[in-house]
């Protein structure tokens, strides 16, 4: 990240990270999607399945996806 100033959303290099895809992305942004529950239970139930990398979420990883989800809400 070079240059000053801030971008056009009004952020400061303080505000800004790079992700794992080597973007520029706002760190409350990112904080925010690393904290919703589908996301979550959707990890949980790859790591049950034994599922490593890409994986679409259909079959039985989206019933055991969709368990975890609703546990998560109640």
């Not at 904080?31 to 679409?56: C, H, R, S, T, Y």
């Amino acid at each position: 990240m070079h240059g000053g100033g801030r971008t056009s959303g009004g952020l400061t290099k303080k505000d800004l990270k790079y992700n794992t895809k080597g973007e520029i992305v706002s760190k409350e942004k990112s904080k925010q999607a690393k904290a919703n529950p589908w996301i979550k239970a959707v990890q949980k139930a790859k790591k049950d399945l034994g599922i490593k990398g890409f994986a679409l979420v259909e079959g039985e990883l989206k019933k055991k996806a969709h368990m975890y989800y609703d546990k998560m809400k109640k």
